[in-house]
């Protein structure tokens, strides 16, 4: 046999999702099929998208925040199972992580419409209930004990990752890297039997570079931070993430957060909530429940300080995280 033949092809698909693009990396025998490949990764990912959207109105979540407080509503299986996580990750964060507050997130202009102030002034004034206290199931039904807006920027982009992971092992695939806009899973090994390099990326509004760089094997890693998507309000600059508490963006927090985890929606849930409870109360939570964290703050002038919390981030991390040099 030649050694052209037992050689594996490099195939680097990509597509369209959310307003910005999926990715899979991973390679295979010459003569795979990846153009089939390609197309279920673009339908499972279209699914999540039409049952998690906040800027499609016949999306299935949308239809549940439309729907009556005290009115069932069956819903499929894997909004469902993301509904679920996000209300078992908000209880455990103390409400850092809320999926119920889609009213503050389309009032302060992060959704489908322009930021309104009349509506900031609602949101803020609301009375607000978590969605794990506002949510009830029933086997595939759900239902608002009272009215909330519910939105799942913080963990639908992560778990459609998680689609595409499931979905290269549908094809036999285990092993390759997948992502959405930066939230990435590691599926095994490279074909050189190392693990898959991830940035990390240095919180600069202005230029994409890497601040570290991770060795990923059968995980996944998100970053929620404060220099991609922002307002300015009065001349400061307003993350996109939410404060929960008071239906507005954060005032303080880290520059960013990074967390690994199993699975990319727990990631990016997790790295969304230490954001907003920051380096000292979320750093206490992640290290209480075993979370890997990476909290990167600003200092003066350009300078950025680093925290990290777990065996990858702390002192035992060094093998895993390699610094990088500007």
Known sequence: MSKMSTELARHALNGPTMGTRWSALFYAPPGFDAGSVR??????????????????????LMRLSRTPAQEWVTLPGRLLEVIRLGVAIGRASGGAFDIGIGDAVTAWGFGSANASSERIRSAMQARRVPAH???????????????????????????????????????????????????????????????????????DPERRAPHSILSLQDCAVATSGDYRHWVDVQGRRLSHTMDPARGAPLLRSPASVTVIAPTCAEADAWATALMVLGPDKGGTLAGRLGIEALFLHRGEGDSIRRCGIGRLFGNGGKAAVRPTMD
């Not at 999540?48 to 299935?60: C, H, L, N, Y």
């Not at 807006?149 to 499931?166: F, M, S």
């Open 133 to 203: 206290d506002a949510l009830e199931f029933d086997g595939a039904r759900v239902r608002k004990r009272v009215p909330i807006t519910l939105d799942l920027n913080g963990i639908a982009k992560g778990y459609g990752v998680d689609r595409l992971a499931d979905t290269l092992g549908g094809f036999g695939i285990g092993d390759g890297l997948v992502g959405i806009d930066g939230e990435m899973r590691a599926m095994g090994l490279r074909p050189d039997g190392e693990p898959w390099s991830v940035a990390v990326e240095q919180p």
């Open 39 to 60: 197309a279920a990764l673009q339908a499972a990912i279209d699914e999540v998208d039409a049952q998690m959207s906040i800027w499609k109105p016949d999306s299935d």
